[in-house]
């Protein structure tokens, strides 16, 4: 069974583990170098002082981490500290279950409660179309596109950028 929850401290090295395939066999992030754990337990940290949503999902009997999604400011600029850019990473194993929906929904909402107004999803011009129905389907509308930015395994790779309002509770 899974279940979803905030994020603590001793789901560092789950989170590490399921980033660190992605470092090293996709442009799904432009990262080269996997991050120490320690790198995790301090953005954990961050986002738990800043007020984002920073949420897990686990299997339920081993505690294990499948999947993780997180909410980091668009920018640091304070104009635009009710914008938020999103991560949603999967275990791969745990991929086609329908536990991104899980997580984007579950972020969404505690996005809002969090009095956060607008969501952003950058996607690689590489990403799947997995990713890029899921981001349709929750209502992210495309918001433009830049060509060649990132290199990485010998190839240049795009990015294409989605946002979402993120209705307020009871407006």
Do not use: C
């Not at 002082?49 to 304070?78: C, I, Q, R």
């Not at 899921?134 to 830049?146: E, I, K, P, V, Y």
Request: proline fraction near 5%; charge should be negative; aromatic fraction near 10%.
């Amino acid at each position: 069974m899974i279940s979803l929850r905030p994020v603590r401290a001793e789901d560092a090295p789950g989170i590490a583990a399921i980033y660190d395939h992605y470092v090293a066999t996709t442009t799904i992030t432009f990262d080269e170098v996997p991050r120490p754990v320690a790198d995790w337990e301090a953005r954990i940290a961050r986002a738990d002082a800043a007020g984002l949503p920073f949420l897990v999902a686990v299997e339920t009997d081993t505690n294990a981490v499948l999947g993780y999604a997180v909410a980091n400011p668009w920018s640091d600029k304070s104009a635009f500290r009710y914008t938020v850019e999103h991560s949603i990473y999967l275990d791969p194993a745990a991929a086609g279950q329908g536990l991104g929906s899980l997580l984007l929904g579950a972020l969404l909402d505690a996005s809002a409660a969090a009095g956060l107004r607008q969501m952003i999803a950058v996607i690689t011009d590489e990403g799947t179309e997995a990713s890029l129905a899921l981001h349709r389907r929750f209502g992210f509308t495309d918001a433009g596109a830049l060509a060649r930015v990132g290199y990485k395994f010998d190839r240049w790779v795009g990015v294409r950028f989605f946002q979402r309002e993120i209705p307020q509770p009871g407006a």
